[in-house]
């Protein structure tokens, strides 16, 4: 768990031994998503004249644009009046980003009964049951952290940005080295100078845990790495 962040309460259920087979939080984020669909995490965003990610209904955190106009209006279809609603270019998310948090909600729903490969090792010596989740959120994580750096580079000639994305190819240096060069700082520094020190710390610690995984200590992402990842704020 990162530091600072709050503990929260979890609701287990155990089998006879003593092993978690379910978690379940009392409240999470995705309850207020459109039929708690993490599918739908991105509904209600655009992607804003400036390039920045905003919401529909609220000013531009970026250029400071307006909320959109969301009035229908009348619109002539040959010699008949129809009233549409506004529709929008550039809505925030690919087919890409539904099908990774499709994923991702049904690993953590899924019953961790499905993992007992390694339920006779210890607390301390095996992933979490649920670690395919941690895995899965980083591979969607570094997708969206190059969509940030090619919108950054857009003004840029295609092959400056090719060539910088493949000089700054592992998710780590982009974080730090590319980002530094673009921003001015680190991809953490810039998050918690924004207020967003929780999400940095969390983020900063699912990478360090991740990168264990992958050499030598699958332990590394247990049960409370998953659980921070997906509640961090209950
Ligand atoms: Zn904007």
Known sequence: MPRGAPTRKILSLKD?????????????WSDDLPGRSWASLWSGYVVCGCGGIRKITEPCPVCAAEPYDLTPQAVLVGDEAMIVNPIFAGAEGRYEDYVYL????????????????????????????KAALVLLFWGYFETRIERLHRAVMKTLPPRIVESQLRRYSGIGSRLFELYQILFDTTYFDDLSAHGFGIVSDLLRDTHRRRNAFAHGSPQAINDEAVTSLVSPNT
């Not at 031994?17 to 939080?25: D, H, L, P």
């Not at 049904?106 to 992933?127: L, N």
């Open 102 to 129: 499709q994923m991702l909600q049904r690993e953590w729903e899924r019953p961790t009964a499905d993992f007992e490969h390694f339920a006779h090792f210890s607390e301390t010596d095996r992933p979490s049951a």
């Open 16 to 28: 006879r031994a003593g092993r978690v087979i379910m978690t379940k939080t009392p409240t999470t």
